[in-house]
């Protein structure tokens, strides 16, 4: 009887761990990133790319219109594959990619909410050699269902990892899941972990529950929406999610309801979150 009553508990569970390694998918993944659909004639549904127009003194750069989470994926894995620029004769979609790498003299702008719950999201400039260059303009929508797992030595991670153009207009709610990182040096925060560029008009909230969890070994520098701005600006912006933050011993954490580390100018923001720190030596920054 109880050899019976141990095989059905594990018919039982079967279906809940299968679940949960499906939810470990990723936005990165081949098999998510096959179906993105990417154009220049107004068909397509995730990317719409319009070109520079040299009749039209408002648009000399190129417009990426992102339309869906999948779309957003694709500048991400663009903005992170090194070798990912314009090729004129160029198989698939890479006529349309970025003259410059990481979207330099490039516009990328939201048309609609970015609903990010179906998978684990790798950050937008993910490395120190690929971070972000060009505009993202949120156009006043929201990104959902944000939620990150990393574990690395060096990790800047966020919406954004490496943040080295503006961004203005923008909304990122954090899942329940929450971001949690691990690492040496850890940089933590919805928005972004790491940015010299101003930020504008932007927040970041988080379902209930939802926290930045970080734990750094070394060095580790987390915020509710920046990890660490260095030189950058940051104007008329909030966060309200939780900020939690370990390190080891002989170890420094700069750790924000905002900002973690800022050496920037900050304006007309505030925080409501709660900050835990956890180790031996910690900077805290409050913003109310």
């Known amino acids: 009887m109880k050899t019976t009553l141990f095989l059905l508990s594990l018919l039982l569970l079967a279906p809940t761990a299968k679940a949960e390694e499906q939810d470990k998918t990723n936005w990165q993944d081949e098999n998510v990133l096959a179906s993105v659909s990417v154009g220049t004639d107004g068909t397509p549904t995730d990317v719409l790319v319009t070109l520079p127009d040299a009749s039209n003194t408002n648009r000399t750069d190129t417009l990426y219109t992102v339309k869906t989470a999948l779309g957003l994926a694709w500048i991400a894995n663009i903005t992170n594959s090194k070798d990912s620029v314009y090729q004129a004769d160029g198989k698939g979609y890479l006529p349309l990619y970025p003259h410059q790498k990481g979207f330099k003299n490039c516009t990328v702008e939201l048309d609609a909410d970015i609903d990010l ?21 949120g156009n006043h929508k929201v990104v959902k269902g944000l939620k990150i797992e990393e574990t690395d030595i060096n990790t800047r991670t966020g919406l954004f990892g490496r943040l080295l153009g503006n961004a203005c207009n923008l909304g990122i709610q954090v899942a329940t899941a929450g971001i949690k990182v691990k690492g040496q040096q850890v940089n933590v925060g919805a928005l972004a972990g790491y940015t010299t560029s101003a930020i504008q008009n932007c927040f970041a909230i988080g379902e209930n529950g939802a926290a ?6 070394s060095n580790g520098m987390l915020g509710g929406l920046i990890g660490q701005n260095i030189g950058g600006s940051i104007t008329n912006c909030y966060a309200a999610l939780d900020v939690k933050g370990i390190v080891g011993n002989s170890s420094i954490a700069y750790v924000g309801g905002l900002v973690g580390h800022n050496n920037g100018n900050i304006n007309h923001v505030y925080a409501t979150g709660k900050i835990e720190a956890t180790g031996q030596t910690f900077y805290t920054l409050f913003i109310a």
């Open 117 to 137: 719950t179906d998978h684990y999201w790798t950050p937008i400039g993910k490395t120190l050699l690929t971070p972000f260059y060009g505009t993202f303009d």
């Open 212 to 217: 930045i969890e970080a734990e750094a070994t």
